[in-house]
């Protein structure tokens, strides 16, 4: 018995170093992300809802939202029983995919009230009324959906091998990793001058750093939906891989 165990063990630390992950992230998503984001992310979906969506006469925030409220609770639920868990490996990382979508959705919606905020109170009629929003919202679709196609490229079996310099900075070493860091480190410093100086001298920081939060954030977690996707997927295909105990 306790033989079968070490073996089934032994395999399955096998299988969590054979499963590709793509770039940008520096691990894979793995089935207790269920246990952890979708309570931190419920009562900010609740809130937004209420509070994004007050006076939403059209609706389209408060569905949202709504959505993100379902997806959120229905995965605490979900995540409360293991065996449910370990049973539907698939269907959870589906969940996780979806949980970070609302991570997504929550944080970019942040970003466009900052971007067409006008100084009033908080409600869905600054967004709706505000010139301002196509701007944001028609570039936001545009990166994610140019971004999700970028991720999904590099999980096809022929571009697997491909890895991005940021994700092998753990293999470099000496001079050459400090050099590295320095120069990203100075472009990094370069960039937040260059975009928050108009900003302060003009008086419009809350619409420059509401912009690029929603770009920074469209860029990112994208990586982590499409793991999950790739993650479902290879789960039914290696149904010992990850488990929780």
Same mark, same amino acid.
């Given at each position: 018995?306790?033989? =079968?165990?070490?073996?089934?063990?032994?395999?399955?630390?096998?299988?969590?170093?054979?499963?590709?992950?793509?770039?940008?992230?520096?691990?894979?998503?793995?089935?207790?992300?269920?246990? &952890?984001?979708?309570?931190?992310?419920?009562?900010?979906?609740?809130?937004?809802?209420?509070?994004? +969506?007050?006076?939403?006469?059209? +609706?389209? /925030?408060?569905?949202?939202?709504?959505?993100?409220?379902? /997806?959120?609770?229905?995965?605490?639920?979900?995540?409360?029983?293991?065996?449910?868990?370990?049973?539907?490996?698939?269907?959870?990382?589906?969940?996780?995919?979806?949980?970070?979508?609302?991570?997504?959705?929550?944080?970019?919606?942040? +970003?466009?009230?900052?971007?067409?905020?006008?100084?009033?109170?908080?409600?869905?009629?600054?967004?709706?009324?505000?010139?301002?929003?196509?701007?944001?919202?028609?570039?936001?679709?545009?990166?994610?959906?140019?971004?999700?196609?970028?991720?999904?490229?590099?999980?096809?079996?022929?571009?697997?091998? =491909? /890895?991005?310099?940021?994700?092998?900075?753990?293999?470099?070493?000496?001079?050459?990793?400090?050099?590295?860091?320095?120069?990203?480190?100075?472009?990094? &410093?370069?960039?937040?001058?260059?975009?928050?100086?108009?900003?302060?001298?003009?008086?419009?920081?809350?619409?420059?750093? +509401?912009?690029?939060?929603? /770009?920074?954030?469209?860029?990112?977690?994208?990586?982590?939906?499409?793991?999950?996707?790739?993650?479902?997927?290879?789960?039914? =295909?290696?149904?010992?891989?990850?488990?929780?105990?």
């Amino acid at each position: 018995m306790n033989k =079968k165990k070490l073996y089934k063990q032994s395999r399955q630390r096998n299988m969590n170093e054979e499963r590709y992950h793509g770039p940008l992230i520096t691990n894979e998503v793995s089935l207790g992300y269920i246990k &952890v984001y979708p309570w931190i992310m419920l009562p900010i979906t609740i809130f937004l809802y209420f509070a994004g +969506g007050y006076n939403d006469t059209v +609706g389209i /925030i408060k569905a949202l939202f709504f959505i993100c409220v379902l /997806i959120n609770g229905f995965s605490i639920m979900f995540g409360l029983f293991n065996s449910l868990v370990n049973r539907f490996k698939s269907l959870t990382y589906i969940l996780i995919g979806l949980v970070a979508w609302t991570v997504l959705i929550s944080s970019t919606f942040i +970003g466009l009230l900052m971007f067409t905020t006008d100084g009033s109170p908080l409600s869905a009629r600054t967004v709706y009324d505000s010139d301002l929003s196509l701007i944001y919202v028609i570039p936001m679709l545009l990166i994610f959906l140019f971004i999700c196609g970028f991720y999904a490229w590099y999980y096809l079996p022929k571009n697997q091998g =491909k /890895i991005w310099a940021i994700n092998r900075w753990e293999t470099y070493v000496g001079k050459k990793k400090s050099k590295k860091q320095e120069r990203l480190f100075n472009f990094g &410093v370069a960039f937040v001058a260059v975009m928050l100086a108009p900003a302060i001298l003009t008086g419009y920081i809350e619409k420059v750093f +509401g912009i690029s939060f929603g /770009i920074l954030i469209t860029v990112t977690f994208p990586a982590v939906m499409v793991d999950a996707v790739y993650a479902a997927i290879y789960i039914r =295909k290696h149904p010992d891989y990850d488990e929780l105990n």
